[in-house]
């Protein structure tokens, strides 16, 4: 089953890589890539840094209100080595799966590091769609585009109501007793309950303090779109900071969809399709895209060496149970 996911993943990358070069040669998108400056990439990159131990310190503060003792080294650690395998596996779930995994590990609490793992994705996904809606609103918009301006407002919409029911104590005090009541297993019945008790320390905390909580996401998508700017100031792409904020916001969430292999493919189209409305040429789109592919992958390699220092510092009588749980 995860070779077909896999397999399906390389062949909707290739073939949607495949098309974009055909129709728009490469040697095209290779020309503008080589004309790239090195100043903004190099900001770029270095901004990649503390962008990581914001993501890093956003989740110490949730498992220090769970009691889970892991230090803000190894959370960096984790976040490193969950983007390595969010490349080969179905989508931010996945990786999702393999942050909780690893952070369970470290504490022994798996329903506590299963809710900070839910509740550290559902604010990153609202603090992305909140910046690309606030570099939306005053960024002229034409044709199909407006159509997506009011997708953005409809979704930012409903995640704040999802925030806010998250925030009812009451509502998922009443969702976990009607759980508690369906035919499982003790054992599944007890992490259920484990899970919502965790969900609840959440729900119970003081305004300020989500404020602070969003505070961080939100710094972080801002340095985000900082270093995209700069990608495409690289370039010498005429784009306003305001189209560069939402867009990126657009090609994120178009990344989380588990349907190709690391994004490409989705995300080459994607830029061709929203950057030929301000007058940048397919070309140099792709080569935009290839830069930012290549900046994002950057962490991805650390998260793996991380992961293969991990895996030589175990004796070799625990090296193959290591690698069976992968």
């Known amino acids: 089953m995860k070779r077909n996911i896999l397999v399906g993943k390389l062949l909707l990358s290739g073939g949607l890589l495949a098309y974009l070069f055909w129709k728009f040669p490469l040697a095209d998108a290779l020309a503008a890539?080589?004309?790239?400056?090195?100043?903004?990439?190099?900001?770029?990159?270095?901004?990649?840094?503390?962008m990581g131990f914001l993501d890093g310190f956003q989740v110490l503060c949730m498992t220090r209100l769970q009691a889970i003792p892991v230090s803000l080294r190894d959370l960096i650690r984790i976040n490193l080595t969950t983007s390595f395998y969010s490349l080969f596996l179905p989508g931010v779930l996945a990786g999702?799966?393999?942050?909780?995994?690893?952070?369970?590990?470290?504490?022994?609490?798996?329903?506590?590091?299963?809710?900070?793992?839910?509740?550290n994705r559902f604010l990153d996904t609202f603090a992305m769609v909140l910046v690309g809606v606030l570099f939306f609103l005053p960024s002229p918009v034409v044709g199909e585009l407006r159509a997506l301006k009011a997708a953005a407002l409809l979704l930012l919409a409903l995640l704040l109501i999802a925030y806010g029911l998250l925030l009812a104590p009451r509502l998922?005090?009443?969702?976990?007793?009607?759980?508690?009541?369906?035919?499982?297993?003790?054992r599944v019945l007890e992490k259920q309950g484990k899970l919502f008790e965790a969900l609840l320390r959440f729900s119970r905390l003081r305004f300020r303090d989500h404020l602070g909580l969003i505070a961080i996401p939100l710094l972080k998508h801002g340095m985000g779109v900082l270093s995209f700017s700069l990608l495409a100031q690289s370039l010498g792409l005429e784009?306003?900071?305001?189209?560069?904020?939402?867009?990126?916001?657009?090609?994120?969430?178009?990344?989380?969809?588990?349907?190709?292999?690391?994004?490409?493919?989705?995300?080459?189209?994607?830029?061709?399709?929203?950057?030929?409305?301000?007058?940048?040429q397919p070309a140099e789109a792709?080569?935009?895209?290839?830069?930012?592919?290549?900046?994002?992958?950057?962490?991805?390699?650390?998260?793996?060496?991380?992961?293969?220092?991990?895996?030589?510092?175990?004796?070799?009588?625990?090296?193959?149970?290591?690698?069976a749980n992968r």
């Open 286 to 323: 792709l080569a935009f895209s290839l830069l930012y592919f290549l900046q994002g992958i950057l962490p991805s390699l650390t998260g793996g060496l991380l992961e293969l220092r991990d895996f030589f510092r175990k004796p070799l009588s625990k090296r193959s149970a290591w690698a």
């Open 239 to 280: 784009v306003s900071i305001f189209q560069i904020g939402w867009i990126r916001s657009v090609i994120l969430l178009l990344a989380m969809l588990p349907v190709s292999f690391a994004g490409l493919g989705v995300r080459e189209t994607s830029m061709v399709f929203l950057l030929h409305g301000f007058g940048v």
């Open 33 to 50: 890539l080589q004309a790239t400056r090195f100043f903004p990439v190099a900001v770029a990159v270095f901004i990649l840094l503390p």
């Open 172 to 186: 998922l005090q009443a969702i976990d007793q009607r759980c508690a009541r369906l035919p499982l297993p003790r």
């Open 96 to 119: 999702g799966a393999v942050k909780w995994y690893k952070l369970s590990r470290e504490g022994k609490k798996p329903a506590q590091a299963a809710a900070v793992v839910f509740f």
